[in-house]
């Protein structure tokens, strides 16, 4: 039995399957059964819950042969990053008392750093809080997600892809949610170890190599645009970020553009990604149309 943490979410999803499709058993902490039945209709034993409950992470984690941990994404965060610091405690608390044979926790390029990264500072936060484990644990740190391309294939409809990254053609390290998936249910499964380990999880690729492969997809010639500096405050908030709080958004890719979630960290391991941007585009673009022939059925 595993626990897997973010069940609901693409990487916990993604865990989760990789373990399923291995013959292992699978539980998660859920705060919504309803939200996760298709994962109790494929076996996933739930177990009521909330990411800030310790009682509640310890009783998910008897009896366990390992367990997969991570924070929720909160891309307006406290400016002491007070919600990482109660998930991050929580953890501590029952990973502490249930020690399962081994512990894999999902974190970033960058997380060595302990300033500097905005939204990272809490997967930096998360390393520092679980590093003294009793358990064997392995840090993950994986690259930016190519699903959070997904966007172009609405908006890139007219040949622009509007990014982050600059300048566009900086490679910086980039994996799919799948590979992670693959990668922590390699970890939970393969053979045990000691102490700390530390994977650098991805490949450098650039933003007008993901508009290129986009472009493949969507059968069109689409070309990166680095959305200028002194517009990222609005493009966020039209995102969802309220206003005044885009700084940890913004400073994270400051960060990638300074070229500090690059490989090659010291005393990391590095794992390659198998699964390309093309490969997330055309996998959603098919997902979506499938959709839309059962809706008109």
């Known amino acids: 039995m595993f ?19 291995h013959g292992k058993e699978v539980r998660a902490l859920v705060r919504n059964r309803e939200k996760a039945s298709r994962w109790a209709n494929q076996g996933v034993e739930l177990v009521d819950g909330d990411w800030n409950d310790s009682a509640a992470i310890e009783r998910a984690l008897e009896g366990v042969e390992g367990a997969f ?27 502490t008392k249930a020690a399962p044979p081994r512990v894999v926790a999902l974190s ?12 990272i500072t809490a997967l930096s936060l998360l390393e520092q809080g679980l590093r003294d484990l009793i358990s064997p644990i392995a840090f993950v740190r994986a690259g930016g997600f190519f699903e959070n391309f997904l966007y172009g294939l609405q908006v890139a409809q007219g040949g622009t892809l509007p990014v982050y990254y600059n300048p566009t053609n900086r490679k910086s390290t980039m994996v799919a949610t799948n590979d992670i998936g693959a990668e922590v ?5 393969g053979p045990s170890w000691s102490g700390q380990r530390l994977v650098e999880l991805g490949s450098m690729v650039s933003a007008d190599e993901v508009a290129e492969q986009l472009g493949d997809v969507l059968t069109l010639d689409v070309k990166a645009f680095a959305v200028p500096r002194a517009g990222w405050a609005e493009a966020f908030e ?56 059962t809706d008109q059925a």
């Open 3 to 21: 626990l897997v943490m973010g069940l609901t979410g693409k990487v916990g999803g993604a865990t989760a399957e990789h373990l399923l499709a």
């Open 69 to 95: 941990v991570m924070l929720p994404a909160v891309w307006a965060p406290s400016p002491d990053y007070r919600e990482a610091k109660g998930v991050i405690a929580s953890y501590v608390a029952a990973l």
């Open 108 to 119: 970033s390029m960058g997380a060595n750093r302990t300033s500097g990264l905005g939204m």
């Open 185 to 189: 249910a390699t970890l939970l499964t």
């Open 238 to 293: 039209q995102l969802g970020i309220p206003k005044g709080h885009t700084g940890p958004a913004e400073d994270m890719f400051e960060a990638v553009n300074a070229g500090w979630m690059d490989l090659g960290a010291e005393d990391t391991e590095h794992v390659a990604g198998t699964t390309s941007a093309r490969d997330v585009f055309e996998a959603a673009q098919n997902a979506a149309r499938r959709k839309s022939r």
